[in-house]
């Protein structure tokens, strides 16, 4: 489920299109160019993908906060988009104003403004916690069965995502489910009622098309590079990959091994079809290592 947007079928603003143009014959910097003026005539569009750029270093500097501003002053302006990456941001903790409310706050905004993949993840969540109590997930807020009807149906009228959304249980997610302990050392748990088949399905389909070839870092070199010793396919997550639903995930799994939220990494997904594999490796940090 990719991050569509309903302005993808109206007409760009000449200084975005401009910006496109520059992009597809490698003239990045004219690009960044032509964005900054559409800041300044107040283009949202043009606020939102500078934002993006700066916020992860996409073909510009790597300039976070100011990323950050300009997507908070373009959802400030109505940007749909801009409201549904804030709802990432504020999840993960940029900002020791925001947090898990401010988020949902942020992606109900982008939902009510038109976000197909807010209003998406709203209709899965609110089903998961208007399952509680209704299938395996019962205790947690985590429901099955609730999860695939609520995200089949799309409500209708002003107000009716903010209402889904007051049934979503924010709590529920950082309750860590029941565990069963497999091993000692190492320890190994189980968490049977991690995640809803719902969830699941959702993650597998954010998924499917960041799928690529996994790679396998070279230590002498410091490369990455596709190696025989690993054949399966692998979605890697940036910043702006995110939703909101990865971030809940990510808070539970903190919950779950009792670890701060910055000592992960960034969310990835492996595929293993028939016959792919990774064989015996190790990996390990050296502390004698700088970097």
Known sequence: MSQLTPAASRELSPDVAKAQQCDEAGKHTEAINHLVAGVHKNDVE??????KRLLVGDRAPLLPNDGIGF??????????????????????????????ADALESLVVAAERGWPSAQAQIAVLAGESSGLGESAGEG???????????????????????HLATSID????????????????????SFRDFLSPAVCRWLIERARPLLSRALVYEGVTKTTLAHPTRTNNAAMFNLLDMDFILVLLERRICRCLAVPFGHLESPAVLHYAEGLEITE??????????D
Request: aromatic share 6%; hydrophobic share 40%; proline share 9%.
């Open 46 to 51: 043009a606020i939102t993908r500078l934002g």
């Open 71 to 100: 997507l908070a002053d373009a959802s400030q302006r109505g940007g749909a988009e801009a409201a549904a990456l804030l709802s990432v941001l504020f999840g993960i903790g940029v900002s020791r104003r925001h947090d898990l």
């Open 140 to 162: 947690t807020g985590l429901g099955q069965s609730a999860g695939e009807r609520t995200a089949a149906r799309e409500p209708a009228g002003p107000g009716s995502w903010r």
């Open 170 to 189: 924010l709590s529920a997610w950082l309750a860590p489910p029941p565990a069963t302990d497999l091993n000692d050392s190492p320890l190994l748990r």
């Open 281 to 290: 490796h190790f990996d390990f940090v050296d502390p004698n290592v700088p």
